[in-house]
């Protein structure tokens, strides 16, 4: 049974750190390209960061670049996302998928909320 679970959401002030988890299971995790996304309330799902299967290539969002950071830990299975410097306009539920090909899996998404 494919999973994904996020977890690490919560309220921050701005200007504030989180760092999100999605712990994976249920697939050959190294061997997917692992990427967060995010949606706030009204707009579109947007990617926000990708990272190849052994962390080689990253990409981010123009809005993201120089405050969020992807990884991933193959041994554990887990793709992380550290966000820093966050902002209002970060404000969004955030979704961990792996991709292979054509197979995408999703997780439940984890709220962010930044808000003084």
């Known amino acids: 049974q494919v999973q994904l679970v996020e977890s690490g959401g919560g309220l921050v002030q701005p200007g504030g750190s989180l760092r999100l988890s999605c712990a994976a299971s249920g697939f050959t995790f190294s061997n997917y390209v692992m990427s967060w996304y995010r949606q706030a309330p009204g707009k579109e799902r947007e990617l926000v960061a990708t990272?190849?299967?052994?962390?080689?290539?990253?990409n981010y969002a123009d809005s993201v670049k120089g405050r969020f950071t992807i990884s991933r830990d193959n041994a554990e299975n887990t793709a992380y996302l550290q966000m820093n410097s966050l902002k209002v306009e970060d404000t969004a539920v955030y979704y961990c998928?792996?991709?292979?090909?054509?197979?995408?899996?999703w997780g439940q998404g984890t709220q962010v909320t930044v808000s003084s």
């Open positions: 998928n792996a991709r292979r090909h054509f197979i995408d899996y």
């Open positions: 990272m190849t299967t052994f962390g080689g290539t990253t």
